[in-house]
Nanobody, 113 residues
Framework: QVQLVESGGGSVQPGGSLRLSCATS???????IGWFRQAPGKEREAVSC????????WYADSVKGRFTISRDNAKNTVYLQMNSLIFEDTAVYYC???????WGQGTQVTVSS
């Protein structure tokens, strides 16, 4: 059983920054990790992911250039640095181990003035 725990969410004004963390209980280096988000009344969508094998990254067009995903395998933690936040980034953010049913409990990000 692998546990995922997200942290780092909060409230921020437009243009602000937050860094989300996803700490895992398992051996992080064997998994590709994805960040997803779900806004009220909307479906969950993929935001970013990072490969286990070569560290390649992918970003949704809506966050490209503003968000950066990274991983620290020694700490079993994945990060999502979010800059230049906009209202549309408001959502609950989840991390997910690709190819598994393991999800974190989510962390709320609210962008408001």
């Amino acid at each position: 059983q692998v546990q995922l725990v997200e942290s780092g969410g909060g409230s921020v004004q437009p243009g602000g920054s937050l860094r989300l963390s996803c700490a895992t209980s398992g051996r992080l280096h064997v998994y590709s990790i994805g960040w997803f988000r779900q806004a009220p009344g909307k479906e969950r969508e993929a935001v970013s992911c990072i490969s286990s094998s070569d560290g390649k990254t992918w970003y949704a067009d809506s966050v490209k250039g503003r968000f950066t995903i990274s991983r620290d395998n020694a700490k079993n933690t994945v990060y999502l640095q979010m800059n230049s936040l906009i209202f549309e980034d408001t959502a609950v953010y989840y991390c997910h181990l690709e190819g598994t049913d393991y999800w974190g409990q989510g962390t709320q990000v609210t962008v408001s003035s």
